[in-house]
């Protein structure tokens, strides 16, 4: 049953602040998921450790994430999703410290998967939002809000690379932990407590169920390039992947109280905008893995453009800039044409991106101008998605159901992680005594980024409209009916 907590109600003057705050503690945690890049070629040295084991350093960041999202999701819609947030920023500290203080492998795979499960922190500061805010302030919110994680990428990786050569790679650490301290600090003081309660028992069953499914799921594919793709390992994991997601969402629709109601997810607009989280996520990283390579390797292949790690970063900058400044359009069009369309136009605008991509990629301000296309695409199409789902779902559901549509999204970077890295490692050519990924490579990859954006946008177009709008409040309050 839905509770109001007493006391509280939507605070539209301090709604400004409200945003930013939360929009600041989303830059924060984009900003801790690419503080490890820089340190990658070195992480086997500074770990004592082999590169395929350090490799779990992000593994272990990428699979805490995936699994704390809708879990923390549903815990910030029964306890309270400012109280969550908060929690997750905390465990963004814990982490940082415990890399910080870290010289071994354990306690930096340790301190990520702590980090990792901050990831929360986005679809929770959304939610909050939708409770929060007046009807006129909430597109623009939600924008810049699903923007900060361009902007914490796009300012990380410079700041960690300058940071990692001329201070010493603990401080990225000890910077991280502290810009989560003044984060929680400001959330508290600022941020009001979602009035909305869905109530009940937490699922427990379910989110272990949840986190063991996804776990099978996420690490083959991450992993599988350096396991074998046919090995009996990965094929093993996907196997229980399946039977234990069944097994879950059986557990799900029988339970009174699921961690995540599925009656509500299969209904057309919420399913459809999930499977285009998947493509659209699939296809903004595949530029994370190419450009950056292109960038950095060297001029003499013919292709690569010899850049050092500072100037890659500085590179891709602009690209999260664009994308903050690309929320007050993507508000504007959702108010004039609905979210639809937003989702449609940004998936549209990334597709011509990787077109140009194809194509402009033998200088510096080339990659820029493309990389900047593709940023303003996904801006728009990562405001687009959380107002779909939160227009089809009981508000009590909110935080659950943006957890999910994160969730959807990592699906989609991980297996564009894994898709990219095989296309990549198969087209090479040799340089020297080394082979490396062909220019040719590098264009089908892009192209099957342009692939996933198309295919991000017919989905889309299927998505219900507003005229349905009488359909899905109907089904919104049927699920909120059932809940109770």
């Known amino acids: 049953m839905t509770t109001v907590v007493p006391g509280t109600q939507k605070q539209a003057p301090g709604s400004g602040l409200t945003v930013a705050v939360l929009a600041f503690a989303g830059i924060v945690v984009a ?115 699903s923007s900060s994680l361009g902007v914490g990428g796009a300012l990380g990786l410079p700041s960690a690379a300058l940071l990692a050569e001329h201070i010493g790679w603990h401080v990225l650490f000890w910077v991280s932990a502290g810009l989560g301290a003044v984060v929680a600090v400001l959330v508290l003081a600022v941020v009001p407590e979602s009035p909305l309660r869905s109530g009940g028992r937490f699922d427990v069953l379910g989110a272990v169920g949840l986190s063991a499914g996804l776990v ?44 995540v109601d599925l009656r509500i997810t299969v209904g ?94 033998g200088a510096v301000w080339q990659i820029i101008v493309f990389t900047c296309v593709i940023s303003a695409g996904v801006g728009i199409a990562y405001a687009a998605m959380p107002a779909l789902i939160m227009s089809a779902v009981p508000a009590s559901e909110t935080g659950a159901a943006n957890g999910l549509n994160a969730l959807m999204r990592s699906i989609g970077t991980s297996t564009s992680s894994a898709v990219i890295s095989v296309v990549l490692a198969n087209m090479v050519t040799r340089f020297g005594p080394h082979e490396l990924p062909s220019l040719n490579g590098f264009r089908v990859a892009m192209l099957i980024g342009c692939g996933a954006a198309l295919a991000a946008f017919l989905i889309a177009a299927f998505v219900p409209g507003r005229r349905d709008a009488g359909s899905l409040a109907t089904m919104a309050a049927d699920a909120a009916s059932r809940a109770r």
Not at 276 to 284: E, I, K, L
Not at 338 to 353: E, F, H, N, R, W
């Open 216 to 259: 099978c799921l996420l690490l083959p594919i991450s992993k599988g390039g350096d396991w074998g793709w046919t090995s009996g390992t990965v094929l093993g994991l996907f196997a229980a992947a399946v039977v234990i997601l069944l097994l879950w969402g059986r557990w799900e629709l029988r339970s009174p109280r699921p961690l």
């Open 31 to 145: 900003l801790m998921q690419t503080l490890v890049i820089p340190l990658i070629p070195q992480l086997p040295t500074l770990l004592h450790a082999s590169p395929s084991n350090t490799s779990w350093a992000i593994t272990a960041t990428l699979l805490a994430g995936a699994v704390a999202t809708p879990v923390f999701g549903g815990l910030g819609d029964m306890y309270g999703k400012r109280r969550i947030l908060v929690l997750c920023l905390g465990l963004l500290v814990v982490g940082s410290v415990v890399c910080a203080l870290s010289d071994s492998l354990t306690p930096m795979i340790v301190g990520r998967a702590l980090q990792g499960a901050a990831a929360g922190v986005i679809p929770l500061g959304i939610s909050i939002m939708r409770d929060e805010l007046p009807a006129e302030k909430l597109g623009s919110a939600i924008g810049l809000m």
């Open 268 to 361: 057309r607009r919420v399913l459809l905008t999930n499977l285009a989280s998947v493509m659209a996520g699939f296809s903004m990283f595949a530029m994370s893995l190419v450009l950056p390579q292109v960038l950095g390797m060297p001029k003499a292949t013919g292709y690569g453009l010899g850049q050092s790690l500072l100037v890659i970063g500085l590179c891709m900058a602009p690209g999260g800039l664009v994308m903050m400044a690309t929320a007050p359009f993507a508000a504007r069009l959702s108010a004039a044409r609905g979210p639809k369309v937003s989702l449609m136009t940004g998936a549209l605008v990334i597709a011509i991106g990787y077109g140009l991509g194809v194509v402009l990629i």
